[in-house]
Every structure is written in C-alpha cells, then in structure tokens.
C-alpha cells in the first residue's frame, strides 16, 4: 500500500480534548496571581495582632459587598453552583467580632473599586478567584498560630476555611466549573476575564 492509500481520512483523525476550563484560567491569571501574592506578602507581613485585624478587615470590607454582587446572579444552581457554601463574609465577620472589632460599623469598600461583572461567566469567574484563594490558607494560619499564638485563639475562622473540607470542597468547585465550560465553550473568555479582572481588584484594595 502507499502511504496515500494508508492516510487516516481527515474526519477521523484524534484531536486531542479540549483544555479544562479550571487550567484555561489558572494559566490566563499566573500573572495577577503572582502580583497578588507578592502584594499581600502572606503569612510574613502579618507580625502584629494590629496587622491581623488590619488584614481581616480589608478582606471583609471588600468579601461583602463582593459576595453580595455574586449573589445578585440567578443562574448558580442552575449549573450546580452552591453560592451559599462558598461565603467567606460569615467567618470574617465572626473573627473581626472576637477580636472587637464591630464589623456591622465597617464600611464597604467604594462601589467603583468592586470588580464590574457584567454577565454570570464573569461572576463565575470572580467566585474562582474566592474559591482559590482558600487553597493557602493552612500555611498562612501554621504560620499565624505560631507567631501570634493565643492573640488570635478563636479569630482564626477565615484562614482556617474550611479545615479539612478545603481540598475537597475545592475539587468539587473545580469539577462544576470544568462541567460548564464543557457545556459553554464559548463563555470561556468572560469567565477569565471576570477573574482577571477580580485578582485587579483585590489587589488594589490590599495595597491602599
């Protein structure tokens, strides 16, 4: 036979699957997640209990009105997003209010430093960005427990998570996410740019 006659016909050629849309975004956002690392300098840049209020109060100034946005968007049940379970606000809350704080008096952040979400992928894209930042979270608090010991007994909620449930509760994320990009190809751009656009976010906050 020639190597013609032995030739696959095009339609049956193997193309490889199509990437996953949890990869797509963690390589389109390397950058500002690096950036954003670099600017909050966690767990080193917390060496008082005045800077660990600080902290938590800039996270929470800036989760609310974040997550109250999310929560303007219908469509998360919808493609098996549980938005309830993924509220970091309620642990801040808990941890400013230990430590006396009164977080009901703080105000939110200004309305124009919120990340604009236009559309649910970019919100989708927003709620990876929360999502993926608790995945840190066990070296920043060792860290913490050791430095700050027994100031911040029963103020340490947000940075523990979710305890043991944070990996898990991770992959589960990571699997719906990767589910709707599969089902919604298309939105995959809006979805990265509602990340890239919340890591800018954040970032600007933590730093002024």
Sequence with gaps: MTGAACAQPANLLLSSPPERLSAQIREATADLHAEIEKKLGLPHSIKTLAQ????????????????AR?????????????LAASRHTPRLAS??????????????????????????????????????????STVILKFLSSSLGA??????????????????????????????????PDSAQQVILGARTTFRAIGDWMEM
């Design 52 to 67: 660990y209020k600080t902290c938590l109060t800039r996270f929470y100034t800036l989760y609310r009105p974040l997550e």
């Design 70 to 82: 999310l929560a303007q968007f219908q469509e998360w049940p919808l493609f098996g997003f549980d």
């Design 95 to 136: 941890d400013l209010e230990t430590l006396g704080c009164g977080p009901e008096r703080l105000p939110d952040l200004p309305t124009g430093a919120l990340p604009e979400l236009a559309t649910f992928p970019q919100a989708l894209g927003a709620l990876y960005v929360l999502e993926g930042s608790t995945l840190g």
């Design 151 to 184: 100031q911040i007994a029963g103020a340490d909620h947000f940075f523990r998570s979710r305890g043991k449930e944070t990996y898990p509760h991770w992959n589960h994320f990571s699997q719906t996410l990767d589910s709707y990009g599969k089902n919604h």
